[in-house]
């Protein structure tokens, strides 16, 4: 897993959203001790631009100074970092969920180095452009992608909803290529996943994968500023369908917004502790969770399982304490990653285009008590991240977990509009062994509590 991935933000830009205050401020060094240290960067890149081997542009000193700041950053904390404006800007878009674009995941053939369409997102331009998984991207607005990497091509697709941009693409077994202008829209992110895909409508999901005893499954793969949303919307569906046990995975979900792990939480809590921050100063605030807006209850008839691994992270983490510690679900899996640190991001005075600097700022803690942080060769405790409930503790090797993200993307990925007859498959069907701890104690623990009562929602459906 990257680092950005790992290090994605747990705490949303501007304290008011964020809902923290720092009440309390270092102290403020002395001016002739900050002077100092600013004098000693300003005299290395004077001596790096007088005397270096080659003479460094306005670019490699920014390059440089930027790469100083990290460095310096990285050595006292891996998940604080410098953003300039081009990445600033795609940290934004990352946490908003939404993103100007023509909706399609593209990545490279491994085989061949040539980028591919991976999947077409449901009802979105290139969908309805008649863009299809496998595809190859040979030109962007008439450049060729031979030499290009892959964050170059996705920058010239990204763009301005409303603006058009060509793809010359070429179909599987096509002839020739093919030119598409397609105009950009805004592309929301789909945070909340179900079992399968409907083969008739690929935009809707099936939830259940046990629909004899009623075990529906969500996946959450982001938290940012829609997911609460889309879990609220999933629930209420299955609750209409019926659903009496869930099986809720955040295996591999590196984590998001704070606020957004606090509010999922509270879908499915009455009450309790949610999540407790504390700054430096050992001062900070708690979530508790509401009565209003639980879904997916009562909770005595309502079993719940969560499934994490060792790349569930930060809010996946707040999540799942939150619902172990309640006693509202029990944990199957691998112990999580152990990041119990919150970042917020500071925008930098005096600049245009924005930069700014994500920081470590506090520390969260579980309802428990306990800060579940990784610390590097700690030996004062092993409470770290978020271990499965005993007896329910399912270690899975290399290989496994190579064929669990292959299964997993088969079920995800789209095939293109012309909704093409599935490929017949001769290989053996990969077994979880997660998922199937998961089935087998909720299958035990639905006799115990009966019928569950009908729940009639109205269907929700996006703008």
Do not use: C
Request: avoid cysteine.
């Amino acid at each position: 897993m990257s680092r950005w991935n790992i290090a994605w933000l747990l705490g949303f830009p501007g304290m008011i959203l964020l809902g923290l205050t720092l009440s309390y401020s270092a102290p403020i060094r002395e001016k002739d001790k900050n002077y100092q240290l600013v004098r000693m960067v300003v005299d290395v890149l004077a001596e790096v631009d007088q005397n270096f081997v080659k003479e460094m542009s306005e670019q490699d000193m920014q390059k440089l100074v930027e790469s100083m700041i990290n460095g310096g950053l990285e050595k006292i904390d891996p998940y604080s970092e410098y953003f300039n404006a081009e990445q600033y800007k795609s940290f934004e878009t990352q946490s908003e969920g939404n993103f100007g674009g023509i909706g399609v995941q593209i990545g490279v053939d491994r085989t061949t180095g040539a980028l591919v369409v991976i999947s077409p997102i449901v009802g979105t331009p290139a969908w309805e452009a008649g863009m299809t998984a496998g595809d190859y991207v040979l030109k962007v607005n008439d450049q060729s992608t031979e030499n290009m990497v892959l964050n170059d091509v996705v920058k010239q697709i990204l763009g301005e909803p409303g603006t058009d941009v060509s793809v010359t693409i070429l179909h599987p077994g096509a002839k020739g290529p093919e030119t598409l202008k397609i105009k950009r829209a805004i592309i929301e992110i789909e945070s909340v996943m179900g079992w399968k895909r409907n083969p008739l409508n690929p935009k809707e999901w099936d939830y259940f994968v046990d629909p004899e005893n009623k075990i529906a499954y969500l996946r959450l793969v982001a938290f940012n500023e829609h997911s609460t949303r889309d879990m609220a919307e999933a629930l209420k569906k299955i609750q209409a369908q019926g659903a009496r046990g869930l099986i809720l995975d955040l295996r591999d979900n590196p984590g998001g917004l704070l606020k957004s792990a606090i509010d999922i939480s509270d879908l499915f809590l009455t009450d309790g502790r949610i999540v407790s921050t504390k700054n430096r100063y050992g001062k900070g605030r708690s979530w508790d969770a509401k009565e209003d807006g639980t879904l997916f209850q009562p909770a005595a008839s309502h079993p719940m399982v969560v499934l994490v691994n060792r790349g569930s992270a930060s809010a996946s983490e707040i999540l799942s304490a939150a619902l172990q510690d309640n006693k509202r679900a029990i944990v199957i899996g691998e112990r999580s990653f152990g990041k119990g640190s919150v970042q917020q991001v500071i925008k930098m005075p005096n600049t245009d285009p924005q930069t700014a600097i994500k920081l470590t700022t506090d520390t969260y803690w579980r309802p428990s008590g306990k800060n579940i942080h990784r610390m590097p060769d700690s030996k004062e405790t092993d409470d770290w991240g978020v271990s499965p409930d005993t007896g329910f503790d399912i270690v899975m090797k290399d290989d496994e977990r190579i064929e669990y993200f292959r299964d997993r993307r088969d079920r995800d990925i789209i095939q293109g509009k012309p909704n093409p007859m599935p490929k017949k498959d001769d290989k053996k069907p990969f077994v979880d062994r997660v998922m199937e701890k998961a089935l087998e104690y909720l299958k035990k623990e639905l006799p115990k509590v009966g019928a569950a009562p009908f729940m009639d929602f109205p269907v929700m459906k996006g703008a």
